[in-house]
């Protein structure tokens, strides 16, 4: 049974940053892409950060990107993902997901396994 537990979230001032750390278990770490999206409130599940198998390749969307960053340790089965100068648009329900399948894009379509998600709350 494939699981994906994400844990770090809170609530934080702008500005402050945060590192979310999901675990993985059940599947073969290493042979799959791992991502971050999100959910802010009233809105779409949407693309945040992603890494290829062994770390080498990174991926953000625009919003986030020189702020994010997601990382990998394979011997662990962990991916994080630190986020720095956090502003409110960052508060959403955060998800880790799993895909094995390349695909050129991040979309949450293409993703086969999910975490129940962390909420971080940005606010002043």
């Not at 979230?9 to 750390?21: A, C, E, I, K, N």
């Not at 990107?65 to 648009?89: A, H």
Request: aromatic share 12%.
């Amino acid at each position: 049974q494939v699981q994906l537990i994400e844990s770090g979230g809170g609530s934080v001032q702008p500005g402050d940053s945060l590192t979310l750390s999901c675990a993985a278990s059940g599947l073969t770490f290493n042979t799959y892409r791992m991502g971050w999206f999100r959910r802010a409130p009233g809105k779409e599940r949407l693309f945040v950060a992603g890494i290829n198998t062994i770390g080498r390749s990174t991926y953000y969307d625009y919003s986030v990107k020189g702020r994010f960053i997601i990382s990998r340790d394979n011997d662990k089965g962990t991916v994080l993902l630190q986020m720095n100068r956090l502003q409110p648009e960052d508060t959403a329900v955060y998800y880790c997901a799993a895909v094995e399948r390349y695909s050129s894009t991040w979309s949450d379509n293409i993703m086969d396994y999910w975490g129940k998600g962390t909420l971080v709350t940005v606010s002043s």
